[in-house]
Structures are given as structure tokens and as C-alpha cells.
């Protein structure tokens, strides 16, 4: 699956004279850190259940939840940052990308370096307390977790959740607030691993486009907004996003 250079360069030009540039990120962007991606053909839901994914039976069962999850913390947290993510901290080096709404709960984001990321749905690398709202950082926990203890609120005995968004469970509003504000300012968004299957994520591009902005779909699949699109790049987005990076600094950085 090959992107032709013309067609790379056309989106290196679009995301040049874009003024306000976002990024919104699904697993896709992550399989290159040894993550693997949920819905995909390899996906997390074709060997796990996920109706069990669910607040409701975290609260209800959590002895079993954990015991069910204990050994997919570890390469989450192990994780380091594609040349995907490399790529998307060094547009916003460049000064071109304004901010990053993802969907994933690893943190490679942050990890590479960009500093402007709204996590839709949380992150895996820190447990919050349900009771007392007391956080923790994960990392000193998972020795213990791999050996099916659970882990424990420190102040109040109640058994910790990760802050990773499950089904049934709210979207934080204000990180859902900020990526509907970034969506509506701008001009150009891309739209990077991600099958667009879970709102409201979903709905953010639709909404960037009825507002005018550009789409630039980036994903090995089809996806529900390839028809809205302005370009569409069929394939890895470790081997695609670099190569943007590259034409932009060789051929337009005195457009920068």
C-alpha cells in the first residue's frame, strides 16, 4: 500500500498554508508501539469481551475486572513513541499544528513531546480512586498487579480504576470541551488512525467540516468520512507521516 509523492506533497502544501491545523488520533497511530488497535483485524475486541470494558462491571466485579486487564498495563506503559507521533510533535515544532485530540490511552503523545493533547478518554498510566478522587501514578502498582494484587486507594482502602474512559462511563466534559473548540477553529484537520467508530469522537471531524474546515484522512481502512474528505492517504501512518514532515522541510520551509 503506497502513497504516491505527489499525493504526499499536495497534503505537505495543504497543511502548509493551513492557519489553525489539528490533529485528531485513534490506535492506529499506536501500532507501531506494540498497541494494538481495538476494532482493527488484529484488534483487543476479537479475543476480549467488550461488554466487560464497562463501569458498570468494574464496580459491580472488580476483583475480576483487574485480574481481567492485568496483563495489558504493562505494554501500554512500556510504550514508546512511533515515528508518528515524532511526526506530529514536529509539525507543532514547526509551528503549524495548533493541538492534538486523541482517543488513545497511552500517552505517547505527551511522550514525544507535544504539549498541547486532549485525551478524550483518559489515560491507562494513572488510577484515580473512585471514592476519594485521590490519583496515582500507575507504574509502581504494575509489579504488583501482574501477581493479581489489586490495586488500592492509599487514604481510603477502595480499589483503584485507571483514568482510561470505560463504556458507560461520561466523557470527561472539559477535555471534551477543548477538543470541540480546537475542532471548530480549524481550517485543516487531520484524521489519523482512527475507524471513527466511538462518539463523540466521531462526530469532531463532521463537525470541523461543516464549519469549513479541510479533511485529511490518514488510515490503513476506510473510514465513515472518506466521502467528506479533502485527501485520502491509504496506508501506515508511520510510513506516511514522516514523509509529510520531510517534504515540508525540504521543500516548503521557507513557507513556514
Request: a positive charge; glycine letters at 6%; charged letters at 25%.
Amino acid at each position: 500500500m503506497t502513497v504516491s509523492f505527489e499525493l504526499i506533497k499536495e497534503v505537505s502544501k495543504t497543511l502548509v498554508c493551513s492557519k489553525y491545523l489539528v490533529a485528531l488520533t485513534g490506535s492506529g497511530i499506536s501500532v507501531g508501539a506494540g498497541i494494538p488497535t481495538f476494532r482493527g483485524p488484529d484488534g483487543l475486541w476479537l479475543r476480549l469481551d467488550p461488554n466487560k470494558f464497562t463501569l458498570s462491571y468494574f464496580l459491580e466485579k472488580p476483583y475480576e475486572w483487574w485480574n481481567m486487564i492485568k496483563d495489558l498495563m504493562e505494554p501500554f506503559l512500556k510504550a514508546k513513541p512511533t515515528p508518528s507521533h515524532r511526526a506530529l510533535m514536529e509539525l507543532e515544532r514547526l509551528g503549524l499544528l495548533k493541538g492534538i485530540i486523541t482517543q488513545n490511552i497511552d500517552e505517547l503523545h505527551q511522550k514525544a513531546g507535544s504539549s498541547n493533547v486532549v485525551e478524550l478518554h483518559g489515560n491507562i498510566s494513572r488510577l484515580k480512586c473512585p471514592i476519594c478522587k485521590a490519583e496515582y501514578n500507575a507504574k509502581p502498582f504494575i509489579s504488583k498487579i501482574k501477581k493479581g494484587i489489586i490495586p488500592a486507594c492509599e487514604n481510603c482502602g477502595s480499589i483503584l480504576k485507571p483514568t482510561a474512559v470505560l463504556f458507560d462511563e461520561p466523557i470527561p466534559k472539559d477535555a471534551y470541551m477543548k477538543a470541540l473548540q480546537l475542532s471548530l477553529n480549524a481550517d485543516t484537520m487531520l484524521v489519523i488512525g482512527t475507524s471513527l467508530a466511538v462518539e463523540p469522537a466521531a462526530s469532531l471531524p463532521i463537525k470541523a467540516f461543516e464549519r469549513g474546515s479541510k479533511l485529511i484522512v490518514i488510515n490503513i481502512l476506510e473510514t465513515p468520512i472518506d466521502d467528506l474528505a479533502y485527501h485520502i492517504l491509504r496506508g501506515p501512518t508511520d510510513e506516511i507521516l514522516p514523509k509529510i514532515v520531510k517534504i515540508i522541510k525540504t521543500h516548503y520551509k521557507n513557507h513556514i
